[in-house]
C-alpha cells in the first residue's frame, strides 16, 4: 500500500540553523510527492512539491529532492527563522497520471525556531 | 488570495448527536476533500467529491458520514450519530483540476463528549 513516515518531532532549532526533516515513502507506481506547512491557527499550505524521480522542490528557502532509489523526500533548509515554527507534513499523491487523487501523509513534524 | 473557509472553528457535540461540518471551497474549484486528524496521528483521507457525487471514499468513510454540496458554493460533512471516536480536526481541501494542489481550509476541531 501508500504510506509514509517522517521524523518524529519536535524539532527545536536556534535561529539560522540548518533544517532537515526526514521523510520516506511506500508507494505502488508514480507518486508525486509534496510537502504542506500548518502555521498556528491556519490550514495546510502546500510548501514545495515534486512529480518525478530527482525532480527538486523548492520555495521560501526550503527544498526537497525526490529520490527513487532511496524512496525519500527529505526537507531542508539551509538556515530557519522564528516565522519558520509550524507543523510539516510530507504527502503523497499515489498516481501522478490521473490527478486529485487522495493524499497520503506523514502524522507530522512540529519545528520550533528559537531566537 | 482566495483561500478555503471552514465553519465553525471549534464544535463540541455530545455522543450521538449529529453534527454538521460546513466548508467553502474556492470558487472555480471542482474537486472537493474531507480529512481529517485525530489529535498526535496521521491526516487521514475521508472522502473526494467530484460532479456532485463521491468519487472515491476510505473505510473511514461508512454510513454515518454523508457529504452534500447543496448550493453550489458550501460543502459539507454530516456525522449522523457522532462516537467519542470522532473527535479529530477536520479538513476541507479542494483542488481545481486534475493537478496534484490541494487548498486546504484552517480546520475544524470536532471535540464528542
Redesign the interface.
Known amino acids: 500500500g501508500n504510506s509514509?513516515t517522517q521524523m518524529e518531532g519536535p524539532v527545536t532549532l536556534s535561529e539560522e540553523a540548518f533544517l532537515t526533516i526526514n521523510c520516506t515513502y511506500t508507494a505502488t507506481g508514480y507518486p508525486?510527492l509534496?510537502w504542506?506547512v500548518q502555521y498556528p491557527?491556519?490550514?495546510?499550505?502546500?510548501l514545495l512539491?515534486a512529480?518525478k524521480a530527482d525532480d527538486k522542490g523548492s520555495n521560501k528557502g526550503f527544498e526537497a529532492t525526490y529520490r527513487k532509489e532511496t524512496t525519500s523526500f527529505h526537507l531542508e533548509k539551509g538556515s530557519v527563522q522564528v516565522s519558520d515554527s509550524a507543523v510539516y507534513?510530507c504527502?503523497l499523491?499515489p498516481d501522478?497520471n490521473?490527478?486529485?487523487?487522495?493524499?497520503?501523509?506523514?502524522?507530522?513534524t512540529r519545528l520550533s525556531v528559537i531566537a | 488570495e482566495p483561500e478555503v473557509t471552514q465553519t465553525p472553528s471549534h464544535q463540541v457535540t455530545q455522543m450521538g448527536q449529529e453534527v454538521i461540518l460546513r466548508c467553502v471551497p474556492i470558487s472555480n474549484h471542482l474537486y472537493f476533500y474531507w480529512y481529517r486528524q485525530i489529535l498526535g496521528q496521521k491526516v487521514e483521507f475521508l472522502v473526494s467529491f467530484y460532479n456532485n457525487e463521491i468519487s472515491e471514499k476510505s473505510e473511514i468513510f461508512d454510513d454515518q458520514f454523508s457529504v452534500e454540496r447543496p448550493d453550489g458554493s458550501n460543502f459539507t460533512l454530516k456525522i449522523r450519530s457522532t462516537k467519542l471516536e470522532d473527535s479529530a480536526m477536520y479538513f476541507c481541501a479542494s483542488g481545481r483540476d486534475r493537478s496534484y494542489e490541494q487548498y486546504f481550509g484552517p480546520g475544524t476541531r470536532l471535540t464528542v463528549t
Open positions: 509514509v508525486s509534496f504542506y491557527g491556519e490550514g495546510l499550505q502546500l512539491k512529480t507534513f504527502a499523491s501522478r490521473s490527478g486529485n487523487t487522495p493524499l497520503v501523509f506523514g502524522k507530522g
